[in-house]
């Protein structure tokens, strides 16, 4: 299977061909081009289709190459395209969800996640060939199995509320409480950094926290580790240590392949299946270049070729 420049040759190939047709047609250069990137990585898309004998679906923001769209990572707007890519699939032959997202928002996720365990009766494995954080380690941990590379990695799962670390202002809170019992001359210094806080945030975070934990909790319990004896006691202890804010440091945080089996996550080493490998990091690869060099920043699609797709607006046009 071609890597990275590879199949970006193979891209300018056909776009080579693609730009000729345009030509002729006095038009289109744009469309034409972009069709070239469709069509080489939906021929890719297929192809590990074929080779699973499973239902793919690719859920890909473009985060990494578009910093700063509000959209691009996980909301309610996804469940359409989900919808849309798994109308007319045979449910009966599961789902590999690809996964390359910085996570979004947990309702979001918990209404996709439920979604889509009723269409494929639990049978999902999701694929993560670079990066599923936050929101997207939440999916992951909601599948049967996670397939992961030496490369790829998920994140912790604490909650953030309006960028703030939900874990971090109850630690404040506790810590001003502590600091003003044995100082009170601090109440001044606190009150200037308690009062940034709206009324009611710290309940909301301490709300977060609870269901971002027993979300990952129960998913773990009854998908992952269904019908074994110590699911429960397995399920608590991953999302503990998922959702670590001291231990974890940082929510940007990378968990790799090796972590994610120590803490006890199923996780399957893709490159044990070379051509499994090729053909999921060619896939990815593909992905990269359509987010990289089109105007698209979302793109869910199934291997029928069947997508929503994203795409930045030109300046005083609306978003597509």
Not at 251 to 267: A, D, N, P, Q, Y
Request: glycine share 6%; charged share 25%.
């Amino acid at each position: 299977m071609p890597n990275w420049s590879e199949v970006l040759t193979e891209i300018q190939q056909l776009q080579g061909h693609h730009l000729q047709l345009a030509n002729q047609l006095q038009g289109q250069h744009l469309q034409m081009a972009n069709a070239a990137v469709d069509d080489i990585r939906r021929k890719y898309l297929q192809n590990l289709h074929n080779h699973t004998s499973r239902n793919v679906i690719a859920y890909y923001s473009g985060f990494l190459s578009k910093p700063g769209i509000a959209q691009s990572d996980i909301n309610d707007e996804d469940k359409n395209g989900f919808m849309m890519a798994v109308h007319k699939l045979d449910k009966a032959k599961g789902l590999d969800l690809i996964l390359h997202t910085p996570g979004g928002d947990i309702g979001a996720t918990q209404s996709i996640v439920n979604y889509l365990h009723k269409m494929f009766k639990r049978d999902i494995r999701a694929i993560v060939p670079q990066i599923a954080m936050s929101a997207g380690t939440m999916i992951a941990c909601s599948s049967r199995c996670i397939l992961m590379t030496e490369h790829s990695n998920l994140g912790p799962i604490d909650p953030h509320l309006r960028g703030v670390p939900a874990y971090g202002v109850i630690e404040e809170f506790k810590r001003a409480h502590k600091e003003i019992q044995k100082d009170p001359n601090k109440i001044a210094l606190w009150s200037n950094i308690i009062s940034q806080y709206k009324p009611t945030f710290l309940s909301q975070c301490e709300n977060a926290i609870k269901w971002s934990n027993e979300f990952v909790q129960e998913q773990l319990e009854n998908v992952m580790f269904e019908g074994e004896e110590d699911a429960k006691k397995k399920a608590k202890n991953i999302a503990m240590i998922l959702a670590d804010y001291k231990g974890n440091r940082r929510h940007e945080r990378h968990i790799h392949l090796e972590e994610c089996r120590t803490i006890g996550l199923k996780v399957e080493r893709i490159e044990d299946d070379k051509i499994l490998q090729d053909l999921v990091l060619t896939v990815h690869h593909c992905y990269m270049h359509s987010l990289m060099n089109t105007a698209s920043y979302k793109m869910i699609e199934n291997h029928n070729g069947v997508a929503l797709v994203k795409q930045q607006a030109p300046p005083n046009q609306p978003p597509r």
